[in-house]
């Protein structure tokens, strides 16, 4: 399948070796790990920092062969998630930083074809996630929002 805004093909990617249980060198106290990522979460981090900082500092290269479930499950049972999904969160970083490099550079056109490319991801994503229930039904992306958004 083409990638979505451009012609090529995608490469593919690597895959996770498989594994049913942890290593036998790596933290596997499932209490302890809970415990440590509910205070990454309020520390305000997102669910793959979460998993890096678990991976690098705490000795968990996979989360989900300890707790028996994934990083954003285990936040949603401790009621510890953000609002807005971490993808959206993410491509609404980059489009408030490139809508404030075409105020200082409005003839840039390569740049304003690629935000409306993030904004039209991020309309799809909106689209997506309304239909799942994860975001209220009248949720609506606009620019104004956006920035209200992320300087909470």
């Known amino acids: 399948m083409a990638r979505m805004h451009t012609r090529s093909k995608g490469q593919s990617g690597s895959k996770k070796p498989y594994r049913a249980q942890p290593p036998a060198w790596s933290n596997t106290n499932r209490e302890e790990i809970e415990k440590t990522m509910l205070q990454l979460a309020a520390q ?9 900082v678990m991976r690098d500092r705490y000795g968990v290269p996979d989360i989900s062969l300890v707790t028996g479930k994934k990083v954003l499950a285990t936040l949603k049972e401790n009621n510890a998630v953000s609002k807005v999904p971490e993808d959206i969160y ?3 970083v980059k489009v408030l930083e490139l809508k404030k490099h075409l105020d200082r550079n409005p003839k840039d056109v390569h740049n304003k074809r690629s935000l409306n490319n993030m904004v039209s991801k991020i309309r799809r994503l909106e689209k997506y996630y309304r239909r799942e229930g994860v975001l209220p039904k009248d949720w609506k ?3 104004e929002r956006a920035e209200m ?4």
């Open 90 to 92: 993410n491509l609404i």
């Open 149 to 152: 958004l992320i300087s909470r």
């Open 44 to 52: 305000g981090k997102s669910t793959s920092e979460i998993g890096m």
């Open 141 to 143: 992306y606009s620019i």
